[in-house]
């Protein structure tokens, strides 16, 4: 199985709004409404931010959307802050029950 | 709240097997309902899902770990582990424990990193 495709970084400046695609196949992405995301901070385990493709955990701050359209899943971050710099990583389900993640995107604060 | 916390050695020698346990605190793996994984972070590069168990002892392993991975639980420590067997530099990575929901990892542990090396 092929990791999901993101883009290597995303900037942004504080109060813009920056969205992240992730790109799967109809095994993974495109088939399963289970896609999630995630952010890490450095040193840090990654932290859950969207599930099931557009739900939030509770106490996630709703500057974090997420949203599917074909193989396609992205998330938004609202509001820039600069907290929010931090590697991002989708992750979905696939066929057979196994999983997989996307190659993680950085994201800058300018 | 539910806690992951993964223990075991953090240097490993080559051709040897990585064995990783994580307890688990603040909820029952016997309750079911959940699986209960491994992932792993090479340094500096993205994670890689390794494997998951339900407390009944089914498995499921990414296929591409499948020949050199084993995950088992003890419910009675509340615990689960992961042997990785015949293992080269290229598993040194920080592993991880997380709780499963079916769709998603919602808890994670802090992470311990192995290295590879004689």
């Known amino acids: 199985q092929s990791a999901l495709t993101q883009p290597a970084s995303v900037s942004g400046s504080p109060g813009q709004s920056i969205t992240i695609s992730c790109t799967g196949t109809?095994?993974?992405?495109?088939?399963?409404?289970?896609v999630s995301w995630y952010q890490q901070h450095p040193g840090k385990a990654p932290k859950l931010m969207i599930y099931?493709?557009?739900n939030r955990p509770s106490g996630v701050s709703n500057r974090f959307s997420g949203s599917k359209s074909g193989n396609t899943a992205s998330l938004t971050i609202s509001g820039l802050q600069a907290e929010d710099e931090a590697d991002y990583y989708c992750?979905?389900?696939?066929?057979?029950?196994?999983?997989?993640f996307g190659t993680g995107t950085k994201v800058t604060v300018l | 709240q539910v806690q992951l916390q993964e223990s075991g050695p953090g240097l490993v020698k080559p051709s040897q097997t990585l064995s990783l346990t994580c307890t688990v605190s603040?909820?029952?793996?016997?309750?079911?309902?959940?699986?209960w994984s491994w992932i792993r972070q090479h340094p500096g590069k993205g994670l890689e899902w390794i494997g998951y168990?339900?407390?009944?002892?089914?498995?499921y392993y990414n296929p591409s770990l499948k020949s050199r991975v084993t995950i088992s639980v003890d419910t009675s420590k509340n615990q689960f582990s992961l042997k990785l067997s015949s293992v080269t530099a290229a598993d040194t990575a920080v592993y991880y424990c997380?709780?499963?929901?079916?769709?998603?990892?919602?808890?994670w542990g802090q992470g311990t990193l192995v290295t590879v090396s004689s």
């Open positions: 099931d493709v557009s």
């Open positions: 997380a709780r499963y929901t079916v769709t998603t990892f919602d808890y």
């Open positions: 992750s979905s389900y696939t066929s057979s029950s196994n999983y997989v």
């Open positions: 603040g909820g029952s793996i016997s309750s079911g309902g959940y699986y």
């Open positions: 109809s095994s993974d992405v495109g088939g399963y409404n289970y």
């Open positions: 168990i339900y407390y009944s002892g089914s498995t």
